[in-house]
């Protein structure tokens, strides 16, 4: 059909890979109580977030360990092991990804990530992100989903029509906003449900003929 899309634009965290801070600072913090005030006190998500719009980890360290000076050591952590907040691919994206590729759909990444942390992290799993034509990382362009902005960014980046992409993120503001742009937008639960909006489309289909 004219309507349907013939790209796939992918999220990275919990979409790709399961990622949550709980995963590195469980291996640094051995009680249970002071792990849980830590992630919701000192390194929450809404700190890190600044590293997705494009600060530097060594301002925002910086103004937290000055702020709670006896986690310095911890936040000083988070930089140079941030890959230790992935614990793996999510199960069966991967696979989805590889067949697509392998039918010659146009894959692409629109991820919210810091553009310091993101080349170490995809040097890890270049078999998988070879595969990809073009990342969007709002870390290098200072906007970060979901502003409408970084969507017509990768659209055009990408030399594509809304009409022409298909989208998939876990945060549903984020599907939202590409729902918004005309962009046909999938929420990500898992990788079943995901395989049969695919099927859907008809894109499945010609990554298994």
Known sequence: MADSPSAVIFDIGNVL??????????????DDRALDAFLRDVVTLEWHFQHDAGRPFAETSAELAAEYPEHADL?????????DSVSGPVPGMHDIVRKLDS???????LTNFSGEFFPAFREEWTELFDRFRDIVVSGDEKLVKPDPAIYALALDR???????ALFVDDNPANVKAAADAGIHAVHFTDADAFRREL???????????
């Open 199 to 209: 099927e859907s489309t008809g894109l499945l289909q010609a990554a298994r003929a």
């Open 17 to 30: 890979f399961r990622w949550d801070p709980r995963f590195l600072y469980e291996r640094l913090i051995d």
């Open 158 to 164: 990408f030399g594509l029509t809304p009409q022409e």
């Open 103 to 109: 039918a010659g759909v146009p894959l692409f990444a």
């Open 75 to 83: 936040i000083a952590a988070w930089g140079p092991r941030f890959n």
